[in-house]
């Protein structure tokens, strides 16, 4: 199984991004997904998770009203629109999928990650 985040770039404050994680497996549907940033010189953070039927979807404070996460369990793709982008949102995004049954914000719960994708937010 593999993941792989795009969807990354350079922005100006306020602006808009669209990230996309497609997974190689045929597992999708069964997993909840999460995504995960982390900035220069600072800990990998959560950011959203979304459960395995997409209704169960849980937000850091920081993104709240600003990304929404969501998946199409068809296409095998779990999104993360970025919204009202501020350069505190600046790093690298990581798309990962959970060992456990339910959505969870701590990285220790997901056992596979893409590599991710840079997301630079100027000011």
């Known amino acids: 199984v593999q993941l792989q985040a795009s969807g990354g770039g350079s922005v100006q404050a306020g602006g808009s991004l669209r990230l996309s994680c497609t997974h190689s497996?045929?597992?999708?549907?069964?997993?909840?997904l999460g995504w995960f940033r982390q900035a220069p010189g600072k800990e990998r953070e959560f950011v959203a998770a979304?459960?395995?039927?997409?209704?169960?979807?849980v937000s850091a404070d920081s993104v709240k009203g600003r990304f929404t996460i969501s998946r199409d369990n068809a296409r095998n793709t779990l999104y993360l629109q970025l919204s009202s982008l501020k350069p505190e949102d600046t790093g690298v995004y990581y798309c990962?999928?959970?060992?456990?049954?339910?959505?969870?914000?701590?990285?220790?719960?997901?056992?596979?990650w893409g590599r991710g994708t840079l997301v630079t937010v100027s000011s």
């Open positions: 497996g045929r597992t999708f549907s069964s997993y909840p």
């Open positions: 990962a999928r959970s060992r456990l049954n339910r959505v969870e914000t701590s990285p220790r719960y997901y056992d596979v």
């Open positions: 979304v459960g395995r039927n997409a209704y169960n979807t």
